[in-house]
Structures are given as C-alpha cells and as structure tokens.
C-alpha cells in the first residue's frame, strides 16, 4: 500500500512521516524543501519525499507523478481556521493536495486538525464532497510528548520565572494526547476502509486542568519552586506578556492559546468501540 503525507513542517506530520513507513507501507512527502526537513529531523526520514510547493501548485501542472496512492493523509498547516485569511489559505492548499491526490489515481483522503477547529470544520468537510473525495475528518486535543508544540512551548516559558498563563474564570479541562499514542492510533486504523465520509475527535484518557499539565512539565524539566504561574482572564493581554516578557514567538504558543480560547473537551465515542486502544500514562508522555 502507498501513503502520500502533507503538512511536514508540522510536528505531527513529521512524527508520521518518520513513523507509518513499514514492509506494507510505502510512504512518500511533500514539503518546500526536503533538505531542510532532513537537517532538522532528529529522526532518520526513510520516506520518499519531494520537493513542492502545495500553495503555488497550478491545477493544470503537478511536477510529480507516483505510484498508484490508495490514501493520502494532510495536516493542516495554518494556526486558526476562525481567520478569513487563514481559512482561504487553507482551502487553497487543500484544494491543489486534493488535485495532487487525483492526479496519482487516490481519492480517499485523511485530514487532521485540531479540536478548537470543530466550529469551522464545515468549510474542510465542503471542499472534499465538492470534489467527490472520500474523506475522513480527525480533530485532535493538545499533543503532548517530545517532539511536540506543547513542549516547545514549555520549553520556552520555562526560561522565565514568571509563567504567563491565559486562564478563563471556569475551569480548562484538557484531555492531552501522548504523541506516541496518536502515532500508533493512526497506525492502527484501516484508512481504506474505515470512517469513511466521517468525522472524528481523538484526545487522550486522562483529563487535567491546563495548570495540571504545566506543573507536570515544571516538575520534569525545571522545578516549580523556581516559577511562578500567573493566570490571567484576558486572552490579549496573555498574549501581549508572552510575545514581550517570555519572547514567545505566536509560532510556539498558537495552539495553547487558541485552546485556551474555544475550549472543548473531545469525544472518542465514535471509534473506540471499533478500535481497541490502550492509553499511556500522561505523566510518563510528558
């Protein structure tokens, strides 16, 4: 079976990538420039990858031609589909990988987003049955785990005594995802076959309290005593801290404050009584 995977300069992408090759599986990349992606990778890439330009693709000329896809699978690139900017940027991407998917006989496509997205979804769902693709739709909770956005994002805060944490009055729940156990979901799946024209949430077991989470980083990488969390109700002015006193680029802290912002809890419901899944521990993911 051949895998096409877009959206390689996202870490869940990346972590795919280097991850669903296999005896059975032949899995080949898109991204601007693959040489920088191999510089990068702390993991050796043994996908076939090639150099493209998703966004400035015409439909009328796709430079590459593979091996018969059976499915494709695209990670969305862009920080908030709630943007009108954003939105159109991303259906455009989409848009030329759905061509790109065509093109090399693939007409069942994979799309993973982010859970705070739910609400916007619709726009992503109406481009595939305007195209006539089979489709699956997975919005996912926080990542968590090496590798991921959110402990880039720790990793930053963490060089700052004074943590500025964007907190609403009610509580945050999150249901964290291990990085590894999406990996091993995915590769657990028969995408061929399964879900189709469907969508799906998928977040971790365990629910914590965003602080929760924080302090569990704080307590494996750093100590708690040499921080201090500041939660503040005011989504602008935690971001205002962030960029200007923790030098937090919106690259690292996009996910988290945007969940912070539209949180909802997700709902594995929809698969887990086809799929038999054991869970990791958040404490041994982080």
């Not at 990538?17 to 890439?45: F, K």
């Not at 590769?187 to 969508?199: G, P, R, T």
């Amino acid at each position: 079976m051949n895998a096409l995977v877009c959206g390689l300069n996202t870490y869940l992408g990346k972590a795919i990538l280097t991850s669903l090759q296999s005896e059975n599986l032949h899995v080949y990349g898109i991204i601007r420039d693959a040489s920088l992606l191999e510089a990068r990778g702390a993991n050796p890439i043994n996908a076939k990858l090639f150099n493209v330009d998703i966004i400035r693709l015409s439909s009328l000329t796709f430079p590459i031609l593979l091996p018969q896809i059976d499915v494709s699978f695209y990670f969305t690139q862009i920080p908030d589909l709630a943007d009108e900017i954003c939105i159109q940027y991303e259906l455009l991407s989409l848009k030329n990988f759905i061509q790109l998917s065509k093109n090399n006989n693939c007409t069942r496509i994979v799309y993973f987003g982010r859970v705070y997205d739910k609400n916007n979804i619709i726009y992503i769902q109406q481009l595939f049955e305007k195209e006539g693709i089979r489709y699956t739709i997975v919005l996912k909770d926080v990542a968590i785990g090496n590798g991921s956005a959110f402990e880039s994002f720790m990793q930053q805060m963490m060089t700052n005594k004074l943590i500025f944490l964007y907190k609403p009055i009610e509580k945050v729940i999150l249901r964290p995802v291990c990085l590894s156990d999406f990996i091993q979901w995915v590769k657990q799946v028969d995408w061929q076959h399964d879900f189709i024209n469907e969508y799906l949430e998928f977040g971790g077991q365990q629910a914590v309290e965003i602080e929760e989470l924080m302090q569990l980083y704080l307590s494996k990488y750093s100590s708690p005593q040499k921080h201090k969390i500041i939660t503040i109700p005011y989504e602008c002015l935690a971001k205002l801290l962030n960029r200007i006193v923790s030098k937090v680029s919106y690259d690292h802290y996009a996910d988290y404050i945007n969940t912070m912002s539209k949180r909802t809890l997700t709902d594995n419901s929809k698969w887990t009584n086809l799929i038999p899944f054991q869970y990791s521990k958040i404490e041994t993911a982080v």
